[in-house]
């Protein structure tokens, strides 16, 4: 079923005061733009990641097989999309170029948080994942959209910026620093991030993604240098508008303006796969 197109955006969107920006242009022969949106609920971590990794698996080994099928004159075979939606129980990640001692818990302070902690393989330094953030995942075959990895960051960055204008929120970016902020004009008072962004991309196929504070408990950022960044603040959708914001309703704003960007058609889809908490689901790896 249907969730959004990308000509269904909610007429408020129009009224933006934010710019949308350049979408991606319409599909050409070949391009597969439908989004299968999956809703996991509270997933364990570690389960999500493993999924995210199978998925990006079959996608690449689609790939190949398209290849040798067009280099044998046959046709080849629409590569999919795939975009998660989640939240985590409290956990920390370290990005491949990201620093240790940005952690600022040993393994028992982990535990007296009820915190895991993960080194995991996207780009970007140390943040954190816990309930009330909306965390999403786009698992793209971007040889279906635009071979640009920076364009692509911009698009999710755009679609954020959209979604906080909803609520009569101005955020944009600040130049050399992936995500989305407020009081980001250079010069402003209090910069500061709601939403935290970081990919992996392997032969154009994407994985990771954005993680916007909704109603997070921001106390947990005091235990991380967040994304390496010690001069600006961590916000949330509740601390800015001073009252909880239902997750649903975040995520039936946002998806639309994900699928103007992208051109794309979200389709609402269901996993049998079990991504929920458990202690030996998500027991987090040795610091």
């Not at 249907?2 to 007429?11: R, T």
């Not at 079959?58 to 075979?77: D, F, I, S, W, Y």
């Not at 620093?99 to 818990?105: A, C």
Request: proline content about 7%; charged content about 15%.
């Amino acid at each position: 079923m249907s969730l959004y197109s990308s000509c269904a955006v909610p007429a408020s969107s129009a009224a933006s005061p934010v710019a949308a920006g350049p979408a991606v242009p319409a599909a050409t022969p070949g391009q597969n733009r439908a989004v299968q949106v999956q809703k996991l609920g509270l997933a364990a971590y570690e389960a999500t990641w493993a999924y995210q990794e199978k998925l990006l698996a079959e996608t690449l080994a689609l790939k190949v097989a398209n290849r040798h099928a067009t280099e044998a004159g046959q046709a080849p075979q629409p590569t999919p999309n795939t975009l998660l939606l989640c939240e985590h129980p409290p956990v920390y990640t370290l990005g491949k170029s990201g620093k240790p001692e940005h952690l600022l818990l040993d393994e028992a302070g982990l535990a007296a948080h009820g915190a895991t902690f993960h080194r995991i393989n996207r780009g970007g330094d140390i943040t954190y994942h816990g309930p009330g953030q909306l965390v999403g995942y786009p698992i793209f075959d971007l040889d279906n959209f635009v071979t640009d990895i920076h364009r692509y960051l911009r698009l999710l960055e755009e679609a954020i910026i959209l979604t906080l204008a909803d609520y009569g929120l101005q955020a944009g970016r600040i130049a050399g620093l992936t995500g989305v902020w407020f009081d980001f004009e250079e010069g402003a008072p209090n910069p500061r991030k709601i939403c935290a962004m970081g990919v992996k991309c392997s032969r154009w196929v994407t994985m990771h993604g954005f993680a916007l504070n909704v109603n997070t408990d921001l106390s947990y950022f005091g235990h991380i240098v967040p994304c390496g960044i010690t001069d600006k603040a961590v916000t949330s959708l509740q601390q800015e508008l001073g009252r909880p914001v239902p997750l649903a309703e975040v995520e039936s704003r946002l998806l639309p303006h994900l699928a103007r960007l992208f051109a794309a058609e979200l389709l609402e889809s269901s996993t049998s796969t079990t991504l929920l908490p458990s202690s030996s689901a998500d027991a987090g790896l040795s610091l």
